[in-house]
């Protein structure tokens, strides 16, 4: 899949409009900036400048890219160690691309492109609105270096993988490059609470596109998964008392906050070292953030943020 393609997919806007969605509705210090610095970190998976260096080395499947990318962090894994990492995607679809990717490019030259290009975009974009970007984006990086640094590393392969790579000289790369990095700690973390309630891959997607407000089964089969397994998820769902036929049940929203608190405690760490820096940093990242999407750098629909 191309990368034009590919954004095409992920960059429609929503078919109409949506109620608010329970994501939104008063979340937590650690939830307000993980949704405030998404579009940020995303810039890791939809940088342009990325795609064509990534072509650039022989690898113009955009889709093996972004699996082979997030991967890159715990090596070069055996497929099924690569598939469960990334935990919400069926392994019949990406399985092939990771294979496909370290088919391609060399795993040191792919990380490089990681590390650097999403930085050139963030200044294409908004480098001309912000004249005091590379001051502003240094502090950032402090003030989050802080929460990555006392971060616990226990149950979170991806973000600890992370760790292991050099941080990039240029302030807009390395702000990018910090919210990818706490990106990861909080999808680790969010998968570790999940497998401890039982959910599988599918009903992890299930609750969580409800959660964000997407119609069911439309962002789960985004993630490869076929309309019986979305089925199926729903069902065993309904039976732990859930879904009701609507959507989630009120024990389900209950629930599933339940689910958001117990994430957002894995996090504690990370919030308590950024301490009195961290309402101006959600500001200031979740303002850039939005600059992104209005300029169409980053996906626009809201529940997408809020996904991740």
Avoid at 260 to 279: F, H, N, S
Wanted: glycine share 8%.
């Amino acid at each position: 899949m191309d990368y034009r393609t590919m954004r095409g997919l992920f960059f429609a806007p929503p078919d109409g409009p949506r109620p608010p969605p329970p994501a939104a509705a008063s979340p937590s210090r650690a939830r307000a900036l993980r949704d405030a610095i998404e579009p940020l970190a995303c810039l890791s998976i939809w940088s342009p400048e990325a795609a064509e260096d990534y072509a650039a080395l022989g690898l113009d499947d955009y889709f093996a890219a972004y699996v082979w990318q997030r991967v890159a962090p715990l090596g070069t894994p055996p497929e099924p160690l690569a598939v469960a990492a990334l935990g919400v995607f069926d392994g019949d679809l990406i399985g092939p691309q990771y294979t496909l990717g370290t088919a391609a490019v060399d795993r040191d030259a792919l990380v490089a492109v990681r590390l650097a290009a999403p930085g050139r975009t963030l200044r294409r974009v908004l480098g001309d609105d912000l004249p005091d970007l590379d001051r502003e984006a240094a502090a950032a990086v402090v003030a989050l270096r802080r929460g990555i640094d006392a971060a616990d590393r226990t149950a979170r392969p991806l973000f600890a993988g992370l760790l292991a790579e050099p941080w990039p000289d240029d302030p807009a790369a390395a702000l990018v490059h910090a919210c990818h990095v706490l990106r990861e700690h909080r999808g680790d973390s969010h998968l570790a609470v999940c497998a401890v309630d039982g959910l599988d891959a599918v009903q992890m997607n299930v609750l969580t596109e409800l959660w964000c407000g997407y119609p069911l089964g439309s962002y789960t089969a985004s993630r490869g998964w076929t309309p019986d397994r979305i089925d199926a998820a729903a069902d065993a769902l309904r039976a732990r008392g859930l879904l009701t036929r609507g959507g989630l049940s009120t024990e389900g929203l209950q629930h599933r906050a339940v689910l958001e608190e117990r994430t957002d405690a894995m996090q504690r760490a990370v919030v308590a070292a950024i301490g009195t820096d961290l309402y101006p940093l959600t500001r200031l990242l979740g303002s850039w953030s939005d600059a992104l999407v209005a300029a169409g750098a980053a996906p626009p629909d809201p529940a997408k943020r809020l996904a991740g």
